[in-house]
């Protein structure tokens, strides 16, 4: 099993950048497959970001592509989202997840993604 913790939400204006990390602990990280969801308030939570296990590959959904960039440091279990250009939409709780190598589905699913961690929230004030 891994343990997910996020960190680096927060309250910022228009057009900042922010950084959010996520760190795994008590599993071979650099074997699950990672993803982030957000959330905003009254709605569903959607996918925003996936990366392969070794990092060399990333997929960032429509809306944020261009200013979301997904990555891992297997080497010390995180995982970051680096958002620019910050927009009044994009606030929500973000939240990390993972999901072993040997579990498949559509990776935009959070069905698939067996293990969360407890949200970050960011803010952004127009």
């Known amino acids: 099993q891994v343990q997910l913790v996020e960190s680096g939400g927060g309250l910022v204006q228009t057009g900042e950048s922010l950084r959010l990390s996520c760190a795994a602990s008590?599993?071979?990280?650099?074997?699950?497959?990672i993803g982030w969801f957000r959330q905003a308030p009254g709605k569903e939570r959607v996918f925003v970001a996936t990366?392969?296990?070794?990092?060399?590959?990333?997929y960032c959904t429509d809306s944020v592509k261009g200013r979301f960039t997904i990555s891992r440091d297997n080497a010390n279990s995180t995982m970051y989202l680096q958002i620019y250009s910050l927009k009044p939409e994009d606030t929500a709780a973000y939240y990390c997840?993972?999901?072993?190598?040997?579990?498949?589905?559509?990776?935009?699913?959070?069905?698939?993604?067996?293990?969360w961690g407890q949200g970050t929230q960011v803010t952004v004030s127009s």
């Open positions: 997840a993972a999901r072993p190598w040997d579990v498949g589905g559509p990776y935009c699913d959070g069905a698939i993604y067996g293990y």
């Open positions: 008590g599993s071979t990280f650099d074997t699950y497959y």
């Open positions: 990366i392969s296990l070794n990092g060399d590959s990333t």
